[in-house]
Nanobody, 121 residues
Framework: QVQLVESGGGLVQFGGSLRLSCTVYGSIFSIYNMGWYRQAAGKERELVAAISSGSSTNYADSVKGRFTISRDNAKNTVYLQMNTLKPEDTAVYYC???????????????WGQGTQVTVSS
């Protein structure tokens, strides 16, 4: 059983900062790509940032220069540092990880439960 546990969401003022964390628990052989997605009310879920097992990163254009994704492989944890937050960043943020639980098992996608980020103007 693999579980992703997120933390760090909350209410912040325009221009403020938040740091999201997501830790992967369970029987894990290896973790590949990890990422953060978000879904605002009435909109589709979108990729915010992703990081490979080799720490290559990519970002949505809307967050480039403001958000930073990083990972600590020893802790099976991915972070999202969010600076200069705007009201349009308000959404539920979901963590995603590609996990292999054994040497000959398939790579599966796992999701966190989501954490609310609200930016007030």
């Amino acid at each position: 059983q693999v579980q992703l546990v997120e933390s760090g969401g909350g209410l912040v003022q325009f221009g403020g900062s938040l740091r999201l964390s997501c830790t992967v628990y369970g029987s894990i052989f290896s973790i590949y790509n990890m990422g953060w997605y978000r879904q605002a009310a009435g909109k589709e879920r979108e990729l915010v940032a992703a990081i490979s097992s080799g720490s290559s990163t990519n970002y949505a254009d809307s967050v480039k220069g403001r958000f930073t994704i990083s990972r600590d492989n020893a802790k099976n944890t991915v972070y999202l540092q969010m600076n200069t937050l705007k009201p349009e960043d308000t959404a539920v943020y979901y963590c995603n990880a590609e996990v292999r639980i054994g040497t000959r098992t398939p790579l599966n996608d796992y999701w966190g439960q989501g954490t609310q980020v609200t930016v007030s103007s």
